[in-house]
């Protein structure tokens, strides 16, 4: 992958299902209900069961690895959680799509401004990373 | 309930060693859709590390946190080193910040993650937004 200053990554597309959320709650430790109980989700004025916000960016980290071509690289990584990834309890789930383009090349490494979206939404808010150079 | 205004800056005691192995390397990775190999983890692996200190942040009473109030406001990592199969890491968080805004407790955390022989492998900074009954 060219990770030269302004290069625009190819788009990775995920589709994310309740089951999902389930896999990545036993795997991570979070077992908070709001991420797989719609009753205690609405309760506390969610929509309805969200992903986990660590889930959504472990997906960004995924799409670093891809676009590294190599596992092992990401050197720093941030985001907010602005918006809630709302999952339906049927087999379709949601897609979230994670972008991103180079922002510059520094002594650190590779410096890259992400977007990850759900339907029309940014649901991280200023997401970033940074890679080990090659 | 609020939580309890005399948090900022403090240090939770470092938590137990959590000794890394490829099988849960396999399922985190498995879990987020990626391939790795078991040898070294993802990069948001160390949350498995940070959560068990933010867990012992949760559930002290005298801290006055309900669980299901709270939402994970902003993360972020910083490495020294992938985590590799075999590390055994503890997480050191000390209470950065607290705020109150709209009603919602905003609680910034700092876990910092160390191996066996104390040296520095990662820094996951965690907010926290604890919602208020009314919120």
Redesign the interface.
Known sequence: MNLETGSTLPAQTYRVTRADLVRYAGASGDFNPIHWSDRVATSVGLPGVIAHGMFTMALAGRALDTWAGAPGRVRELGCKFTKPVVVPDDDEGVEVVVSGTVKNVTEDGVHIALEVTCGDQKVLGQPKAVLARG | MAVDASLAGRTFPPTEPYTVSRE?IL??A???????DGR?A???FP??IA??AMHALMEDPDVGIA?????????????TR?VAEGDRLRAELTVDSLRQIGGADIIGTRSEITDADGEHVCTA?A?LVH?GED?
Do not use: M, W
């Not at chain 2, 109030?69 to 910083?78: M, N, S």
């Open positions: 849960k399922e985190f498995r879990a987020t859709g990626s391939e790795y070294s993802p990069g948001t949350i498995v959560f068990t669980l299901h109030r709270v939402v994970h406001g902003e993360q972020r990592f910083t490495y992938p900074f907010t919602r919120a």
